[in-house]
């Protein structure tokens, strides 16, 4: 049973930045797609950025350039680092996986950007 465990959700300023972190547990087959999704209050959820086993990247326009994804497979990690941080930011971030037998979700971290 994969299980994705989401942390480094916080308070930050505008401008600030954060890295989040997504530790997978168990056995993800490859190919798999790893990703961050957000969801603010009242919105649906959205893909931030994915990334696949084979290293392609993809980001939400409003992604490109302040945020980046990496993956440490020593460490069975997912990151997000996020830079240049805007409140409309605000949301909880979720890890998702993907392989060829399933789909996998984290619980979620929340990222709040406020003066």
């Known amino acids: 049973q994969v299980q994705l465990v989401e942390s480094g959700g916080d308070l930050v300023q505008p401008g600030g930045s954060l890295i989040l972190s997504c530790v997978i547990s168990?056995?993800?087959?490859?190919?798999?797609?790893m990703a961050w999704y957000r969801q603010a209050p009242g919105k649906q959820r959205e893909l931030v950025a994915s990334?696949?086993?084979?290293?392609?990247?993809n980001y939400r326009d409003s992604a490109k350039g302040r945020f980046a994804i990496s993956r440490d497979n020593a460490k069975n990690t997912v990151y997000l680092q996020m830079n240049s941080l805007k409140p409309e930011d605000t949301a909880v971030y979720y890890c998702?996986?993907?392989?060829?037998?399933?789909?996998?979700w984290g619980q979620g971290t929340q990222v709040t950007v406020s003066s």
């Open positions: 990334r696949t086993s084979g290293g392609s990247t």
């Open positions: 168990g056995n993800i087959l490859r190919p798999n797609v």
């Open positions: 998702n996986g993907q392989d060829t037998r399933s789909e996998y």
